[in-house]
């Protein structure tokens, strides 16, 4: 793994992000972590139906890798992509109305957890299929490239996902062509139950990079720093027109894959200790330490983020439901007669 | 929802039948193997394969990577080369990912080759809407693989069904498709001990009628023995048929209970055009049966739209209950 600090000691996020987009970064992963609270707790009081994905533990990589992006900037998420909204922006109530399947929502309530896109911010959506992002990633880069727009996409996936074939086709392509994406693979050490070590045959998804002559790095994913280091040269080295990168975070859920998990192909022992290696945790810690944020200061930015998402709750429980009339508005951009 | 059967005989729920067929299949076959994702330990994503893994170990019971393409293209390859892979699909909507060898190698290898090769594979898609999983996790695309020559499709609606049609499958020399519905796995019915088979081919009449034929699929067969139980109570006399297979299709139990009834409801859940109800109304039409209707045939089927998250939304664009009474009243009423 890279060493995440630069000659003069300065971790590299210190040294790169003024105090108020570090303050604003931390605020961000205290509402992924409260909005996906917030979403279990609705579940578990039976207020929403379907599934979820939470990516609990997984913050650091989600606002890591869109710290250099702006709104033309694109994303491409995946169906563990709250985290990835919320980094590229998102609104939280809008989000959370969408959970509840209602119109006020960003899918008008057609889509919930594992649909959220908001391509005004540039998020061009969570995707219910393993893998179903990574070629559209490469489309947008083509469009970015073709149109002249300087935009730069990132490309959420996890290390399950580096096993289709969407994975291989995608990075090959976005090679050839010399495409502005960073592939960035959020190594949470298992696709569901299957761990890498039997799934992957490689030690390092990054080292997968190789085949397609691209750069390829493993970073720890809960140092946001380290994080915003590896993603930001990618994204720089693709807006300069070089080409892809690879870039793995490594990192863990907390949770279970989605509610039907119990658990029983890791242990305890082993959620315990990476839940000792909190990303929000060690991001505080990085903020006060460097006299970035103090103790009390952290304090109301998680306050903050408590209230922002109690507000969306309400928000989202008040809004109305879509109208059965209109199920089948949006199949085609003009209604046609079935 | 619950089969009506005696309390005496032994139920078990579609899920477990369905594990139940495997672990015959597997006890007197060392050729047969489980492939699919989360299959083993995790026990499958509705906890179908269960507990097999620990009795029959991960080399028979093997967890994928994250590869329908590649996964389904291995069992294809296998089948023809001396093993029975049962090939799960975690989600039917993913095996749009394994679709090439479906379609183009598992479905023709047999006859590009003049008959050289069989391919005696088993795949097993988890379909239909209800769970809240919305657009991409609730699809019923069973009509995709029955438009292919050179596969077998099967539904079934019951646990005792579900059991005999896999133990059918793998005795199948071609490769047969299983669509299950999620809704049903938890469902309780009858189901007989030891080996059997159900014949892949044929369609069950679950109940007797006189004045309408209605003709269901997977889930819809349950709602339309519901309905026609409240369709008695009006005088309404009504004959559920469970399709059971799709490909090929049981034509003379069909074409049968139209000329006795001469009245069609089909009811289905995948999307309603282009699909089972055009191919049963399509074979009553071109068949001696057109001339009994009495009425135009009713087709109802899912919206024109994908499968939304919200659930009233997902409940209002799949056929339910009140629907099939609706059509039913209607056509002994002669109102349409
Ligand atoms: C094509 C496809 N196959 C399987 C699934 C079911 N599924 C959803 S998430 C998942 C695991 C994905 O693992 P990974 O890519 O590592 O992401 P993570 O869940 O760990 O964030 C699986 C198997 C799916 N949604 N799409
Ligand atoms: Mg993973």
Redesign the interface.
């Known amino acids: 793994m890279r060493d995440t600090v630069t000659p003069n000691n300065i971790p590299y996020a210190i040294a790169r992000y003024s105090a108020e987009e570090l303050k604003d970064a931390l605020k961000k992963m205290y509402l992924i972590r409260k909005f996906e609270e917030g979403a279990e707790d609705s579940y578990m009081r039976g207020l ?4 979820m994905h939470l990516s609990i533990g997984q913050e650091a990589s989600a606002v890591g890798s869109c710290m250099s992006l702006s709104d033309e900037d694109k994303i491409t998420s995946t169906h563990r992509g709250h985290g990835h909204c919320v980094a590229k922006g998102a609104d939280l109530s809008r989000m959370f109305a ?1 959970f509840f ?2 119109e006020s929502g960003y ?1 008008k ?4 957890s ?2 959220i896109a908001d391509p005004s911010k540039g998020n061009l959506g969570a ?6 992002g990574l070629p559209i990633a490469v489309g947008a880069a083509l469009s970015a490239k073709r149109l002249g727009t300087g935009a730069v996409t990132v490309c959420f996936f996890g290390d ?2 580096n ?4 994975f291989h086709e995608a990075l090959n392509m976005a090679s050839v062509w010399k495409l502005p994406v960073v592939f960035v693979c959020e190594n949470n050490k298992y ?4 761990s890498t070590e ?3 045959s490689v030690k390092n998804i990054a080292d997968r990079a190789v085949a397609y002559a691209m750069p390829g790095v493993t970073v720890d994913g809960n140092d946001f720093s380290a994080v915003t280091e590896a993603v930001d040269a990618a994204v720089e080295r693709a807006r300069n027109g070089e080409g892809p990168s690879l870039v793995e975070n490594v990192t863990y859920r907390w949770r279970g894959h989605s509610k ?3 658990n ?2 890791r242990t305890k022992e082993e959620i315990a200790d990476w839940q000792s290696r909190d990303p929000i945790a060690a991001m505080a810690k990085l903020l006060t330490d460097h006299k970035i944020a103090t103790e009390d200061e952290v304090a109301g930015i998680e306050a903050d983020a408590t209230r922002i998402i109690e507000e969306a709750i309400a928000f989202a429980t008040e809004g109305a ?2 109208k ?1 009339e209109e ?2 508005r949006d ?1 085609y951009t003009e209604e046609t007669a ?1 | 929802m619950n089969m009506h059967s005696k309390t005496d005989l032994r139920e078990l729920s579609y899920a477990e039948a369905i594990r139940e067929a495997m672990d015959i299949a597997m006890a007197r076959d060392e050729r047969v193997i489980l492939m699919g994702e989360d299959i083993g330990v995790y026990g499958g994503a509705f906890g179908v394969t269960g507990e097999l893994v620990e009795k029959y170990g991960t080399d028979r019971v093997m967890d994928t990577p994250i590869s329908e393409l590649g996964g389904a293209g291995v069992a294809v390859g296998a089948a023809m080369t001396g093993l029975r892979p049962i090939f799960e699909f975690q989600f039917s909507d993913f095996a749009t990912l394994g679709m090439e060898q479906i379609v183009n190698q598992a479905a023709k290898i047999r006859y590009m080759l003049g008959g050289a090769v069989s391919v005696p594979v088993v795949m097993r898609f988890p379909s239909g809407s209800g769970t809240g999983a919305a657009a991409q996790h609730s699809q019923s695309l069973e009509a995709w693989t029955a438009h292919v020559p050179g596969l077998k499709v099967v539904q079934p609606a019951t646990p005792a069904d579900a059991k005999g049609l896999l133990l059918a499958a793998l005795e199948d020399p071609d490769p047969v498709m299983i669509y299950e519905h999620k809704i049903l796995y938890k469902m309780k019915g009858h189901v007989p001990e030891g080996y059997y088979t159900t014949p892949i081919g044929k369609a069950a009449v679950m109940r007797e009628g006189k004045d309408l034929t209605i003709i269901a699929t997977s889930i819809m067969v349950h709602k339309a023995l519901d309905a026609a139980q409240t369709l008695a109570a009006e005088g309404i006399d009504a004959e559920v048929i469970d399709l059971r297979t799709i490909r090929p299709m049981d034509r003379d139990t069909v074409l049968t209970s139209v000329r006795k009834t001469g009245r069609l409801v089909c009811v289905y859940e995948a999307v309603k055009t282009l699909g089972v109800g055009a191919e049963v109304s399509a074979m009553v039409a071109e068949s001696d049966a057109f001339d009994y209707l009495d009425a135009p045939i009713i087709r109802l089927g899912g919206a024109e739209c994908p499968i939304p998250y919200n659930p009233e939304l997902e409940k209002a664009v799949v056929p339910q209950v009140p629907d099939i009474l609706e059509a039913a009243r209607n056509l002994a009423k002669g109102r349409v």
């Open positions: 929403i139906h379907g599934t969408e399947g209602k899918c309530g057609r889509g919930g594992m649909h995707n219910g299929i393993v893998g179903g399950g996902a096993n289709e074939g969407a696709g569901m139950s299957t039997r799934s992957t039907s998990d119990r029983r192909y439901n879509p059965i199920v089948t199949v079935s």
